[in-house]
């Protein structure tokens, strides 16, 4: 399907929700921990979709259907929901949105290593040179530009926790690509997107619950409510949570993940705006050659 202006805005609109849920982790890092952070958006974000998505728990047929998948769903909803969005929130309490989102915007070449690894994947060149591009990019984050540093890297934490996020997020999208039986052609249950997505939270929420009950128990952080607190919890449950989701599996069911992927990476871009305007953390030179770098380095891997 041809590039229009709507399905255009339908990929532009995750990237700028995405930037905002890592400014709003940076600005949030003081008023709430990030394992109690992930717990609450993930809560709401349910309360928005039962009333979608009630259809694939409504019956005991139904939930059987669900019993009878659990491992996998229990394993979608540890990466994609328990780990990856609080590895995010994490990596934000020490790190910068720009640093988090262009890192994370290398998730295509863990994708690769992880296929490569788990799945047998064997990458083509293309796909070899692309990933050495994007790892430069990276590279270029993590030692701020000077690249004389390079043999003494001295990463914040936030630099580990994205990256680990990002390993999360690469087996996360194998397991959706590469389901098993039960969970794949005519055995997979007949759910629509909010279905689906409702069924993987109420999983991730099991992960996300226990960590942040772990959390209060060995990292206790005093909890700062506000009017402001609510309604940045609000936004990300409603934004990067579900519209988002819905308006990028619109995208890429029009015109294909390989041209959709150019758009999520535009994610570190609004933050780099977001966070000038907002945090007073302006760009720097080396944010834009990295940048360049990883968006080169996936536009390679894409070739054939």
């Known amino acids: 399907m041809t590039l229009t202006p709507r399905i255009a805005a339908l990929l532009t609109l995750p990237a700028m929700l995405w930037a905002g849920n890592a400014l709003l982790g940076r600005l949030l890092a003081p008023s709430l921990p990030p394992l109690l952070l992930n717990c609450l958006r993930w809560w709401l974000a349910l309360a928005i979709l039962l009333p979608l998505g009630w259809r694939a728990v409504v019956t005991p047929e139904k939930r059987a ?166 309604a940045a919890l609000v936004f990300i449950a409603v934004g990067p949570s579900v519209v988002a989701y819905r308006c990028w599996g619109l995208g890429v069911g029009a015109v294909g993940p390989a041209l959709a992927g150019f758009f999520a990476n535009l994610t570190p871009l609004f933050a780099a705006l977001l966070s000038a305007a907002l945090l007073g953390e302006p760009p720097h030179l080396y944010h834009g050659l990295a940048f360049a770098l990883i968006v080169g380095g996936i536009f390679v891997s894409n070739r054939r």
Do not use: C, K
């Open 65 to 230: 259907e669900i019993r009878a998948r659990w491992r996998p769903l229990a394993v979608l909803g540890l990466l994609g929901v328990g780990a990856y969005n609080a590895l995010q929130y994490l990596a934000l309490h020490t790190s910068t949105p720009i640093n988090v989102t262009l890192i994370a915007a290398s998730i295509p070449v863990w994708m690769m290593l992880v296929g490569a690894i788990f799945y047998r994947e064997r990458p083509r060149p293309t796909q070899l040179l692309g990933a050495l591009l994007s790892l430069a990019g990276v590279v270029i984050v993590l030692v701020r530009g000077d690249l004389l540093q390079i043999g003494s890297i001295r990463l914040v934490a936030g630099d580990l926790w994205i990256l680990v996020a990002a390993l999360s997020w690469a087996g996360y999208s194998w397991q959706l690509a590469r389901p098993p039986a039960s969970m794949s052609g005519e055995q997979r249950p007949d759910w629509n997107w909010a279905e689906a997505l409702m069924v993987q939270v109420l999983f991730g929420l099991a992960w996300a619950t226990l960590s942040a009950v772990g959390e209060a128990i060995w990292m206790p952080q005093p909890v700062l409510w506000s009017p402001t607190v609510v």
